[in-house]
């Protein structure tokens, strides 16, 4: 069978992130959105996406197709009966698709479909941006059990001091020598070849994926994920990072969300509660104004690409976009567009061709191409944000 993820009618909630990916590529836990239907699936998958993305992002359409709902986390009973579907049949859940079968051409209409309504309580979906870190403590359990499931880990070094040793899984190569690993609240995950320097000290759930370090003397709280190739100091609590970016030095991030080559200064901070403890809004790309969240707690979402200087303070509720670069004194505007330059003072339009000589350098440190398909991604984003910046 050939499976082929969709973005649902989320993507839009989900930018800045979906900007640059596809809703799959998304992590939340240990895992991409796709890694985990991957793993639960025993297959590969492809993308149906926007337009733009689809070189990076291909997607393969065979004679047989189930397509998923990537905002969805799959479970082992949700898996089973993804794989048990069959002609023109679809699973629900209440009036949105998670799963359909398709024979290749074939137009879909759901009126002819045999329906499935999905209706347990194990039903785990991201729709908001905020959901990748307040769901990120249940999707770390779930993804320790699916990753760890009949392995052993590596032992845990002598000089480093462990709570709850069964909740805890190191892979080959991980280095940890003198720290602090506190599972008594949910697991923690040390990736391939990650590091923990001297004196951090973490309390699960935590992920810290391949190739990741935590430097001396950071604190970590609950909920954290630190994406692969990324670095980071400090203080962190119930934040997402997903990959190749840097918070390297002293400063607060917490109730965030961080994309993939990005920077923050020395000394970063975020505030993730208002002075009145009121909600929190955020900047919704739909609606072009700020949306309630329901949260009292909520700190920085940050896309691809976006750098901040030191001594760089963000309000409650900030959301950057794609490209942006940010540094001077003072708070930001909660709203910063995509390939903006500039800070509380006033902000500039970051040229594409100065972005991209960044970017290639950047990406370049981790032997990683920037591609043309990256550039031509980030040339559809500079144009899509156009009208934010202007205002």
């Known amino acids: 069978m050939n499976y082929i993820l969709f973005d649902g009618t989320v993507r839009n909630q989900l930018l ?53 709902n990537a905002s969805f ?60 870190f307040s769901k990120n403590h249940e999707a770390i359990k779930r993804d320790f059990d699916l990753i760890t499931k009949g392995r052993e880990s590596q032992p845990i070094p002598e000089m480093t001091v462990a709570f709850n040793k069964e909740q805890i899984f190191i892979e080959e190569g991980a280095k940890l020598p003198l720290c602090s690993l506190n599972a008594t609240e949910g697991p923690i995950y040390i990736g391939k070849d990650a590091e923990i320097m001297e004196g951090s ?7 810290l994926c391949d ?20 670095k980071v100091g400090g203080e962190l609590n119930n934040s997402v990072i997903m990959g190749y970016s840097n918070k390297g030095h002293d400063g607060f991030l917490g109730n965030a969300v961080i994309g993939e080559w990005c920077n923050l200064g020395a000394d970063t901070n975020n505030s993730n509660l208002k002075n009145n403890y009121a909600e929190v809004r955020l900047w919704d790309y739909e609606t072009e104004g700020f949306a309630k969240t329901g949260l009292q707690f909520c700190g920085l979402m940050m896309g691809d690409h976006s750098k901040c200087g030191i001594n760089t303070m963000f309000n409650t509720g900030t959301v950057v976009g794609v490209s942006a670069n940010i540094f001077g004194s003072g708070f ?23 972005a991209f000589e960044v970017a290639k350098v950047v990406m370049a440190r981790r032997k990683v191409e920037f591609s043309e398909a990256d550039a031509k991604i980030l040339e559809h984003v500079f144009e899509e944000t156009t009208k934010w910046r202007r205002s």
């Open 201 to 207: 000290m973490i309390r699960g759930p935590f992920a």
């Open 332 to 354: 930001p505007r909660n709203f910063v567009p995509s390939f903006s330059w500039g800070g509380s003072g006033g902000m500039t339009t970051y040229k594409t061709n100065k």
């Open 73 to 132: 986390i799959p479970s082992e009973n949700l898996v089973k009966i993804v794989k048990g579907l069959s002609e023109n049949q679809a699973i629900f859940y209440n009036d949105e698709p998670i799963a359909f079968f398709t024979s290749e051409g074939q137009e879909v209409d759901f009126e002819s479909y045999d329906i499935v309504q999905y209706s347990t309580d194990d039903v785990f979906r991201i729709e908001h941006t905020w959901d990748i």
């Open 211 to 230: 190739h990741a370090t935590v430097k001396m003397n950071a604190k970590i709280y609950t909920g954290c994920t630190i994406g692969p190739h990324s």
């Open 16 to 68: 800045p992130f979906t900007f640059t990916r596809p809703v799959a590529d998304i992590r939340i836990g240990i895992l991409t959105i796709r890694k985990k239907w991957e793993k639960l699936l025993g297959f590969t998958t492809t993308t149906v996406t926007e337009d733009y993305l689809s070189e990076k992002y291909p997607m393969v359409e065979m004679e047989q197709n189930i397509f998923i």
